[in-house]
Nanobody, 128 residues
């Protein structure tokens, strides 16, 4: 499975960006997806996750209410809508995927080691 993230860029504080991550080479419908972010000198941290069905989501407290994760199985794409961006949101954002049992509609992962495949990252810069 290959993941291609895009949509990063420069935005002013309070602005919005939408990240996209397109998957290829696998059965996207059976993958739970997640977004993580990393700044220089820090560990990669969890941002948001979504179940394979797209019906269940979970976000980190730091972005809850501002970021929305969604999944379009028809387009093999997961999105991260980021609103009310803050300077502390500035990071390289990575999408990740893991195949999960589709017998459980809510199956997803929220830790780094829960994911098998990673995209290359896209830079988000927030100016104050």
């Amino acid at each position: 499975v290959q993941l291609q993230a895009s949509g990063g860029g420069l935005v002013q504080a309070g602005g919005s960006l939408r990240l996209s991550c397109v998957a290829s080479g696998g059965t996207f419908r059976s993958y739970a997806m997640g977004w993580f972010r990393q700044t220089p000198g820090k560990e990669r941290e969890f941002v948001a996750a979504i179940s394979w069905s797209g019906g269940t989501t979970y976000s980190a407290d730091s972005v809850n209410g501002r970021f929305i994760i969604s999944k379009d199985n028809a387009k093999d794409t997961v999105y991260l809508q980021m609103n009310s961006l803050k300077p502390e949101d500035m990071a390289v954002y990575y999408c990740a995927a893991v195949e999960v049992p589709t017998t459980t509609a809510r199956a997803m992962r929220v830790t780094l080691d829960g994911y098998t495949y990673w995209g290359q990252g896209t830079q988000v810069t927030v100016s104050s």
